[in-house]
């Protein structure tokens, strides 16, 4: 699968959609908004994971010192 290919496919709820150069300049735009939610998800997943492991360390750290 060439790097097109990915740029040009994005899966929703399990179902793939494409874009084309004949596809609708709305439909595009869209297209491009999906993408970038996408990306932006993804991040935020492996921000938020990193934050829970974090915060899980210092709960440790926190328990672990005498009163």
Known sequence: MS???IKNKVT??????SIDENSSEEKK?????LLDLN????SFQFN???LIIGR???????????S
Not at 12 to 17: A, R, Y
Not at 29 to 33: C, I, L, P
């Open 29 to 33: 735009k869209y297209f491009s908004h």
């Open 56 to 66: 899980n360390s210092v709960i440790d750290l926190f328990k672990s010192i005498e």
């Open 48 to 50: 938020l994971e990193q």
């Open 39 to 42: 990306r932006k998800i993804s």
């Open 3 to 5: 790097k097109s290919d």
């Open 12 to 17: 929703v709820n399990g179902e793939e959609f």
